[in-house]
């Protein structure tokens, strides 16, 4: 009798190494991991570091050395995206060709021409609130520039993608009025990071995204450059709440939040927990801590949340 093996779940953390994990990212990390292995699948690692202006590799090792010290051990070897541009590049010129175009317009360029249309759409209907107009106007569309000499734009698909989000609900966004057509390689060859995450879920057959709110806005662009690229779909999506300060601003880098400390890893696990809403686990070694909030782990407490706050430590 022929047996069918179902492949287990595969999630991922995959963190830009633009400074070292706070509080936000960590809540990101830990979530992730109890999640999809209560689901008995697989947890991978990338490191997002194609921003060489702004990754360091210093952060990159200091963020390793948080996730071994808190017993979020990952499976297989990490990816490491800054080592895998010619894989992105391949995709561009290959089947995400057709939506990509060469596009020579500057920064000043498109202010310039913003602001003119804000102008003539406040004198047509002055007592409108106008929208904040920032879509490409598609100048370069069809003028077949070389596509090595200037940056790339993707023309992202004009009609409304849907998903069933396991925390926030049924989303629904059209890709191209939210984005429009997006810049997938700049000038210097710096990949659209949402670019290379779509063709990395897809290459690592990840099944469950589990990532912060912010990038819910994305979400629709990455389903739909999965889709044109003939990569295997996500599954299962889950964007979670953002953590806040007392004065509900998200904890991020650029507010900066306070790195991590791992010195007393098992604190840290139950703070992160509790903030996760998750049932108390015993104080212990953080791999028992860990072996528990998996036994426990449910989503049902974060379901519909866009913040949850924190005291930072
Ligand atoms: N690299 C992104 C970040 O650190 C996360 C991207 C993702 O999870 O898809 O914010």
């Keep these: 009798m022929p047996t069918s093996i179902t492949p287990p779940p ?3 953390f995959a ?30 690692l990338r490191i997002e570091d194609t921003d060489n202006e702004r990754c360091d590799q210093q952060f990159t090792e200091q963020i390793l050395i948080d996730l071994e010290a808190l017993g979020l051990h990952w499976d297989g070897d990490i990816i490491y995206q800054s080592e895998r541009i010619d894989i992105y590049n ?16 500057s920064r000043k360029d498109l202010e310039q021409y913003w602001a003119k249309e804000q102008q003539a759409n406040a004198l047509d209907e002055p ?42 609900g049924i989303q629904w966004d059209n890709p191209q009025q939210t984005l429009g057509d997006m810049v997938a390689r700049r000038q210097d060859g710096m990949i659209n990071y949402i670019l290379a995450a779509s063709i ?19 979400t629709t662009a990455q389903v ?13 999506w889950y964007h979670l709440p953002l953590i806040c300060n007392a004065d509900g601003q998200k904890l991020s880098k650029q507010n900066l939040a306070q790195p991590i400390d791992t010195r007393d890893p098992s604190s840290l696990i139950a703070m992160a927990l509790q903030l996760l809403q998750q049932p108390d686990v015993d104080k212990d070694t953080p791999a028992n801590m860990l072996k528990q909030a998996i036994a426990q782990w449910d989503n049902t407490p974060l379901q519909g949340k866009q913040q949850l706050s924190a005291i930072e430590p």
Aim: proline share 7%; aromatic share 8%; hydrophobic share 35%.
């Design 127 to 168: 007592h409108q609130l106008q929208p904040n107009r920032t879509h490409y106007p598609r100048y370069c569309v069809s003028k077949q520039l070389d596509r090595q000499q200037h940056k790339l734009r993707i023309q992202l698909p004009d009609y409304w993608v849907g998903f069933n989000d396991g925390i926030q």
């Design 10 to 12: 595969i999630g991922r």
């Design 224 to 236: 739909s450059i999965m889709h044109a690229a003939q990569l295997p779909a996500v599954d299962h």
């Design 15 to 44: 963190p830009s190494p633009t400074g070292e994990l706070h509080l936000g990212s960590l809540t990101t990390a830990l979530a992730s991991f109890c999640h999809i292995k209560s689901l008995g699948g697989r947890w991978l």
């Design 90 to 105: 391949d995709y561009l010129s290959s089947a995400l060709r057709p939506l990509t175009y060469g596009c020579e317009c």
């Design 200 to 218: 990395d879920d897809g290459l690592q057959k990840v099944s469950h995204i589990m990532r912060g709110l912010d990038i819910l806005p994305m």
